[in-house]
């Protein structure tokens, strides 16, 4: 079958870096998406991987190991809005989105 | 107004009600899509239409019926629900068909049905 894991809850403080995982194992691998839902609010698109590497957008950055079937993404100098959900989601061989069960970030002063 | 409106913002209904679900995008986006949103379970896509035909239906009970009148519009209608039916209904559009590439979904807000 298809899964996806990352982490379900994590904890960091304000002005501090954080690194979300994601690992997964799906028929095949048309890229990856890392979306951020904050509570009763939309999901929001962060960002698109499909080749290896590491690819920065201001405070976040998402990196992607075909090979290990793994991502992460991260986020630097913490602030108290990016208290919010995290959902990881792989296009597969198909184009069709495996989520995985999202991870909530709690963000403290 | 720009994006994914949906409406209502919170449901409550009994069992035996029938009610139904709004979305509305406002991108020119060719597909739209309902998702299930449950507590600490990944999302489940439900239904996909695309240029208003649609394209999946993911083995979804028949008490959700979708709709889609146009390109702009999306709706659930719901009917003889179960209390494990209350989730969290994201409706969400993209650009491009679903099955041709990496696309970037909009999503809309979403509608809290709780069934008593």
């Known amino acids: 079958g298809q899964n996806i894991d990352q982490p379900t809850e994590m904890t960091a403080t304000e002005g501090a870096i954080v690194q979300i995982n994601c690992t997964y194992q799906?028929?095949?691998?048309?890229?990856l998406f890392w979306y951020q839902q904050h509570a009763g609010e939309a999901p929001t698109f962060l960002s698109y991987n499909v080749l290896d590497g590491l690819e920065e957008k201001g405070r976040f950055s998402s990196f992607l190991s075909r090979s290990k079937g793994y991502s992460y993404l991260l986020l630097k100098e913490l602030q108290m809005k990016d208290s919010a959900s995290y959902l990881c989601a792989v296009l597969d061989s198909n184009y069709q989105l495996i989520w995985g069960a999202g991870t909530k970030l709690i963000i403290k002063p | 107004e720009t994006g994914v409106t949906q409406t209502p913002r919170h449901l409550v209904m009994g069992m035996t009600n029938k009610k139904s679900l709004k979305c509305e995008q406002h991108?020119?986006?060719?597909?739209m899509y309902w998702y299930k949103q449950s507590a600490k379970k990944p999302l489940e896509l439900m239904f996909v239409y695309s240029l208003e035909e649609r394209v999946e239906n993911n083995s979804v009970p028949s008490r959700f019926s979708p709709e889609c009148p146009n390109s702009s519009h999306l709706f659930l209608h719901l009917h003889t629900l179960q209390p494990e039916d209350s989730a969290l209904y994201l409706c969400?559009?993209?650009?491009?068909?679903?099955?041709?590439?990496?696309?970037?979904?909009?999503f809309g807000a979403g509608s809290r049905l709780t069934v008593l």
């Open positions: 799906t028929s095949g691998f048309n890229g």
């Open positions: 991108l020119g986006h060719n597909a």
């Open positions: 969400a559009s993209s650009q491009d068909e679903p099955g041709t590439g990496a696309n970037v979904l909009t």
